[in-house]
């Protein structure tokens, strides 16, 4: 597509910001866009990442989130710190992780299993990311979520998750093509987000999400406050882990996982 040319005309109530990854080096062609200075691309840009960590940074009380990985060390640094100041934070992951998680867990926990004396001076890449995951499990209002649906004959199919959105406080929102991992963040990958301050918005798409995956009454959410219903759906997640470690039927798709078993 050409690049516009103006600014379009103004239209519905809605704050918008279109946010980017791009590696340094990637494009060679600046880029001009209508009433700013020419940018050249090839310095990069982390403006998704940036984003996220004044999102977390600024959390009254939640933080509602969809991702295919289970963090960035930084960002779950953040969440640690929202957790201690009381806010709500339901980070929705894949329950069977990709064979990547599960070899970089199994990397880290090798590591761990050293004595502090043999161990390499530079601990595995996402060391860290695991030790900042383990540590939000000592927190109540933390809750590690998958989905499954029960499959008709006693047992459970997964439902993979490949959302990459956040929601916060009933204020604000983003969604896009960003994974809450460095690649996706700081490193290699091109992304774009779409982010906006509506709170209107933000509220209709928690509780169509939650209603969702829980099993719950969209009309009844709608009248409950946005930590009432990221509760909800954490009460629900732990009580279907409950239920699966039973045999029995899920209500709804959301169950709880152990944040320190992840990807092992």
């Known amino acids: 597509l050409p690049m516009p040319r103006r600014v379009a005309a103004a239209a519905g109530g809605a704050r918008v910001q279109l946010t980017r990854t791009v590696a340094p080096g990637r494009y060679s062609i600046p880029a001009r866009h209508p009433g700013a200075s020419p940018r050249a691309p090839t310095d990069g840009e982390e403006a998704i990442y940036h984003q996220y960590r ?51 867990r199994a990397t880290a926990e090798r590591y761990w299993r050293e004595p502090a004396a043999e161990r390499p001076p ?27 649906v029960n499959d008709g004959a006693g047992g459970y199919r997964e439902v993979y998750v490949h959302a990459k959105l ?72 732990r009580a279907n882990a409950r239920r699966r470690s039973a045999g029995a039927p899920l209500r709804g798709h959301c169950y709880a996982l152990e944040p320190t078993r992840y990807g092992a």
């Open 54 to 104: 004044a999102a977390f940074a600024s959390a009254r009380r939640t933080i509602y989130l969809e991702s295919q990985h289970p963090g960035e060390r930084r960002l779950l640094e953040l969440l640690d710190a929202a957790l201690a100041r009381g806010v709500s934070v339901t980070l929705l992951v894949p329950g069977e992780p990709l064979g990547a998680i599960r070899r970089a």
């Open 166 to 237: 956040c929601l916060i406080d009933d204020a604000w929102g983003t969604i896009g093509s960003a994974n809450l991992v460095d690649i996706s963040l700081l490193a290699d990958h091109t992304e774009l987000n779409l982010s906006f301050w509506h709170g209107a918005s933000a509220a209709r798409l928690l509780r169509a999400l939650v209603a969702e995956h829980a099993g719950l009454d969209p009309a009844t959410l709608g009248a409950w406050s946005d930590r009432e219903v990221v509760e909800k759906f954490q009460e629900t997640a």
């Open 122 to 148: 530079r601990p595995p890449r996402y060391a860290e990311t695991f030790a900042r995951l383990d540590a939000l499990a000592q927190h109540p209002r933390f809750t590690l979520a998958a989905l499954a």
